[in-house]
Structures are given as structure tokens and as C-alpha cells.
T-cell receptor, first 113, second 113 residues
Framework: DGGITQSPKYLFRKEGQNVTLSCEQNLNHDAMYWYRQDPGQGLRLIYYSQIVNDFQKGDIAEGYSVSREKKESFPLTVTSAQKNPTAFYLC????????????FGPGTRLTVL | QQQVKQSPQSLIVQKGGISIINCAYENTAFDYFPWYQQFPGKGPALLIAIRPDVSEKKEGRFTISFNKSAKQFSLHIMDSQPGDSATYFCAAGTKLTTDKLIFGTGTRLQVFP
């Protein structure tokens, strides 16, 4: 059963702590993306990667970091430098081009207390 | 110029009615316009997409209308059903944005029986 897995679904952290969100895909897709979703602001791109060991900043990369050591994995770290980290985080992947369907994971809701 | 403006922010429709969501863009390089549907607590999923060489695309009860000269496109949901209640995102893409999609801010649709 192909798809994208994000874990955990809900995550609580204390202010000042770094936290890593997991994203795994078994679709054999080259490109992977991280989005942040806030009410009324749509989907904002944090980071994306088109190939293993390479990634680019999106529109709101400050306070976040990523790695792409394996094709199927693209973890996102929310650092303590992120001013307002509480949000719904979505991971997506595509076969590689902008006209390919983006397949999204179920999301992780991060709450920083 | 990279923005996609989406309206309305929320929409309430009676069962059986027509739901219409509008999007506008500035960048004439955009050449791919998908719509994504997101149910609460889930990741978005591709609903329907259009390229600018056609003015309309229909899939079941869902139709995209595209007006190239006005730089606008819209989603029409005919015979709206309570199961259509979701958030809808328009998006736009071009090879010039390195395989990224630019998403609108989303429209929350509620269909009442």
C-alpha cells in the first residue's frame, strides 16, 4: 500500500526544545516537500528536496532544518529559533515535476506549550 | 507576482446547490492549475487540474473554468453534497519555479442538507 507516512499525528513540546517530524514515502518519488498550514494562510512551503542529499529553502525556512539522506525519508526539525512553531505540518512528494500530482501525508499537529 | 489569490475564504451552500470558488494570478508563466481537496485532519488530495490550452475541464460534478486573458480560474461543484464539505485549495505552477506549486489560501466549504 503506497503512500506517505507522517509521525506522530500529534506532538507536544515545551518552548525552547527542538523537535523532529518524520516523513517517509514508499512511492519511489524523487521530490519531497514540507508545508506549514495555519488557518487562513493556506499551505506555505518550508523546504523542498528534488534529489537525495540536496534541498532548497522555501518561503518560510527560518527556524527549520531538513535532511535528505535517503530517497524515502525527509525529516523536518523545528528548532527553538522558530518564533511561532504551533501549526499543522504537511509532508508531500511528487514523481519530480510541478505537473505531477503532489501526494500528501496525513500531517502532524505540533503544539508548543 | 508569485501569489495566487483565492476567494471566498468560506462558503456555505445548500445541498444540491452550486459551489463556486475563484482564484486569480499575476504570473503569466503559470501553466498548470490544480485544485486540491482537504478533509479535516487529513492531508490535501488532488481533485482536478487544468492546463491553459483549454478553457474548461469537467470531472463528474467538478468543473474548472479557466480565463487566460483575465488570469482567473474557478472551481464549480454542481449538485453540492454534504460529503463535499472540505477545504479547497487552488494552486499554480510553472517550470520557472523549480517544481514548486504556489497555493491559494484555501476556501472552507460547508454543504448543509
Amino acid at each position: 500500500d503506497g503512500g506517505i507516512t507522517q509521525s506522530p499525528k500529534y506532538l507536544f513540546r515545551k518552548e525552547g526544545q527542538n523537535v523532529t517530524l518524520s516523513c517517509e514515502q514508499n512511492l519511489n518519488h524523487d521530490a519531497m516537500y514540507w508545508y506549514r498550514q495555519d488557518p487562513g494562510q493556506g499551505l506555505r512551503l518550508i523546504y523542498y528536496s528534488q534529489i537525495v542529499n540536496d534541498f532548497q529553502k522555501g518561503d518560510i525556512a527560518e527556524g527549520y532544518s531538513v535532511s535528505r539522506e535517503k530517497k524515502e525519508s525527509f525529516p523536518l526539525t523545528v528548532t527553538s529559533a522558530q518564533k511561532n512553531p504551533t501549526a499543522f505540518y504537511l509532508c508531500a512528494s511528487t514523481a519530480g515535476t510541478y505537473t505531477d500530482t503532489q501526494y500528501f501525508g496525513p500531517g502532524t499537529r505540533l503544539t508548543v506549550l | 507576482q508569485q501569489q495566487v489569490k483565492q476567494s471566498p475564504q468560506s462558503l456555505i451552500v445548500q445541498k444540491g446547490g452550486i459551489s463556486i470558488i475563484n482564484c486569480a494570478y499575476e504570473n503569466t508563466a503559470f501553466d498548470y492549475f490544480p485544485w486540491y481537496q482537504q478533509f479535516p485532519g487529513k492531508g490535501p488530495a488532488l481533485l482536478i487540474a487544468i492546463r491553459p490550452d483549454v478553457s474548461e475541464k469537467k470531472e463528474g460534478r467538478f468543473t474548472i473554468s479557466f480565463n487566460k486573458s483575465a488570469k482567473q480560474f474557478s472551481l464549480h461543484i454542481m449538485d453540492s453534497q454534504p460529503g463535499d464539505s472540505a477545504t479547497y485549495f487552488c494552486a499554480a505552477g510553472t517550470k520557472l519555479t523549480t517544481d514548486k506549486l504556489i497555493f491559494g489560501t484555501g476556501t472552507r466549504l460547508q454543504v448543509f442538507p
